[in-house]
């Protein structure tokens, strides 16, 4: 096996520059769909590539059940430096495994702390307005799906501004927003070199909602006033987890775009341009790490079937 196995787990460095190019350049909708696809797809490819590499470790756990095949010579030189990247693989699986059941749990715990503050206090319209003068306002999924806002964020906005913040955080709903978001973290906790991908697809979430909510509105400046003023107001909800109106991030750049002409729907320029390069980047990214990881586990299993294995 060639060193390329290990290119799977590299290639997500490129991600940064390929999320920062998308969402200035996409529109909202398309950069936050194309990065979670991109973030899943780098994310299964390293995490193939470590699941085949702590297999070989296995082979150098003391008294392990399995088949005196297993730890076959020829098994063991189908990865490079196996003495190291077999055992540490194996501490990474574990450690990527942990990070995501933590993750997991603490997006669930987030919802049930939320859903029950909240459901007492909801109207049919799907609002829950909370008697807490802290500003803030997010959207809580679920089977009965609920926009939360505080006695302080809606006293700091105006009507329409308030009408903007409902279209905003029911088009986090509509969209399945904060469902893309959890794939995001959990691709990031097997693959820490996605963590910066994260950041800009929340604030692709936030760029697509902020659209919606101004196309509901008709007014973009009205949207763009209640972004800037809801996020003077509020200190932040407690949790990174659910997406929030005045979500911490490029606030301003999230208003500039706001008073901008809306984004263009179809592809913005010329393939040449920055976006076209990003896009090509991303796609050798996807393919680079797809051909690794196919021929790590081509290779793996065709030496388990020499050595009888299977």
Known sequence: MEYVVFLPF?????????????????HPRTATLLLTALAVVLALCSTVCLGLFGVVGTARIPHNPLPDAWADPEVRAAVPWDEVTGLVSLAALLAALVACVRTGARHRKARIAARRAAWAVRDRDGVAVLPDPTPYAYALPGRLALVVVSRGMRECLTAREYGALLAHERAHLAARHHGLLLVARLAACANPLLRPLVGALTYGAERWADEEAARAVGDRRVTARAVGRAALSSSGFGTDLLPAFAAPGPVPRRVAALLAPPPPARWPGPYWAPVGWAALMAGGGVVVSAASSFNAAVTVVGVWMAAGVV
Request: glycine content about 6%; aromatic content about 0%; charged content about 10%.
């Open 10 to 26: 590299v290639v997500p460095l490129t991600a940064l520059p390929v999320g920062r190019l998308a969402v200035r350049h996409l």
